[in-house]
C-alpha cells in the first residue's frame, strides 16, 4: 500500500519528461516552480502494477498526485461484501488526498499506472501559499463532482445495456482511439471486464451479450482482445440515450493549453498531440478552461425516454 511519495531535496532538476509533460496536471509542477516557497519539492514518479492496492477506505494518503499514465478503479465495499465500483481515474486526474482527510473510497491500480505525487508538506505550504495551485485543486474537485453525479444519473436513468453502450462511447475519449478513413473509430479498452462490468453496474455475462447484440447489428466489431471497431459512435451516443461526444475528438485527454492528446497506452507516458480541443471527458481535464468552482454544473442532456430504449 501507497501512504506517502518518496522525497527529494528541494530544487531537485526537473527530468525531460515532465518539461514536456501534456497533461493538465502539469498546472501544478508550474504553480510549485512559479511560488518558489521553502521546503516544498516536486512531484516524485511512483510506478505501480495491476490491482495494486494504492490506498485503502478510510485511510489517510499522504501524498496528493497526478495520473500520468493507467487507470485507477475508486470502489468502495459494501455491507453485502460487493464491491461498487465509484469512478474511473484517468490520466491527468489528481489522485490521492488533502493533508489529514481520510479517503472515502480505496483506491487501487487497474492497469500499471505511474502518478506524479507531490509530498503532504509541499501540498499543505502549496495550499496555503499559492492561489495557482488552490484554483487547480478546487476545479478539480468540483469536476470529479460532477463526474461522480454524472454515474449516478446513468444508472438510475439507463437501462444496464445502455451504460454499457454509454461506456464505449466515453471510452473513445479516455482511451486509445484511432480514427479510420471510414469514419469509424479503433478504442482499445484497457480495463478488464470484470471492471467493465463494475463500472457500468452490470455483470460480465450482460458486457458479453450486450457486445454480441452491437456485433450483430453491425455497430462494433471486434477487432482482437480489448480492441474494438466503432462504426459511428454518435449513433451509439443516440441508442445509450446520452449526448454525442463534442466535435470529433476520441481518446484523449486535454492539455493545459485546451488541445487534446492521446494516450498511446496505459503502460507508457507518451502523448500524441490532436489539434481538435472538445468537452471534458470523464477523468481527464484542463482547469484552465473550466469556470470558476462554484459555476460548475452538471453537464444538460437532451431529452430521452422514461422507460429506455433497450430492456435490461
Known amino acids: 500500500m501507497i501512504h506517502a511519495a518518496a522525497t527529494g531535496p528541494t530544487g ?22 512559479e511560488a518558489a516557497l521553502p521546503g516544498v519539492r516536486p512531484a516524485r514518479p511512483q510506478r505501480l502494477g495491476r490491482d495494486v492496492m494504492v490506498v485503502q477506505e478510510g485511510d489517510v494518503p499522504g501524498f496528493l498526485g497526478v495520473l500520468r499514465n493507467g487507470y485507477l478503479r475508486k470502489e468502495k465495499l459494501k455491507k453485502s461484501g460487493d464491491r461498487t465500483l465509484m469512478d474511473l481515474g484517468c490520466p491527468g486526474d489528481l489522485v490521492g488526498g488533502m493533508p489529514g482527510e481520510p479517503l472515502p473510497f480505496t483506491l487501487e491500480t487497474a492497469t500499471p499506472v505511474e502518478i506524479c505525487m507531490f509530498d503532504r508538506a509541499t501540498v499543505e505550504r502549496m495550499m496555503m501559499g499559492s492561489r495557482r495551485f488552490q484554483r487547480y485543486v478546487s476545479a478539480e474537485i468540483a469536476q470529479r463532482h460532477n463526474a461522480l453525479l454524472d454515474m449516478i444519473w446513468q444508472r438510475g436513468a439507463l437501462t444496464s445495456r445502455e451504460r454499457i453502450i454509454s461506456f464505449l462511447v466515453t471510452a473513445t475519449r479516455i482511451m486509445p482511439t484511432e480514427p479510420e478513413p471510414d469514419g469509424s473509430r479503433v478504442v482499445t479498452i484497457a480495463l478488464a471486464r470484470r471492471d467493465w462490468a ?24 471486434s477487432v482482437s482482445p480489448s480492441v474494438y471497431r466503432i462504426r459511428d459512435v454518435g449513433r451509439l451516443a443516440s441508442l445509450a440515450g446520452i449526448d454525442p461526444p463534442e466535435g470529433t475528438a476520441s481518446g484523449s485527454a486535454r492539455t493545459a493549453g485546451g488541445a487534446r492528446v492521446f494516450p498511446d497506452g496505459p503502460e507508457t507516458g507518451h502523448l500524441r498531440h490532436i489539434e481538435t480541443p472538445g468537452q471534458r471527458p470523464l477523468g481527464v481535464g484542463s482547469v484552465l478552461n473550466l469556470p470558476a468552482p462554484s459555476q460548475v454544473g452538471p453537464r444538460t442532456r437532451r431529452p430521452r425516454d422514461v422507460g429506455g430504449r433497450f430492456s435490461h
Do not use: F
Request: net charge neutral; glycine share 2%.
Open 198 to 221: 463494475d463500472l457500468t453496474n452490470t455483470a460480465v455475462e450482460t458486457v458479453s451479450r450486450t457486445m454480441s447484440y452491437l456485433a450483430e447489428k453491425k455497430l462494433v466489431t
Open 12 to 33: 531537485t532538476a526537473q527530468p525531460d519528461a515532465c518539461r514536456n509533460c501534456a497533461l493538465a496536471g502539469a498546472e501544478l509542477c508550474h504553480a510549485i516552480r
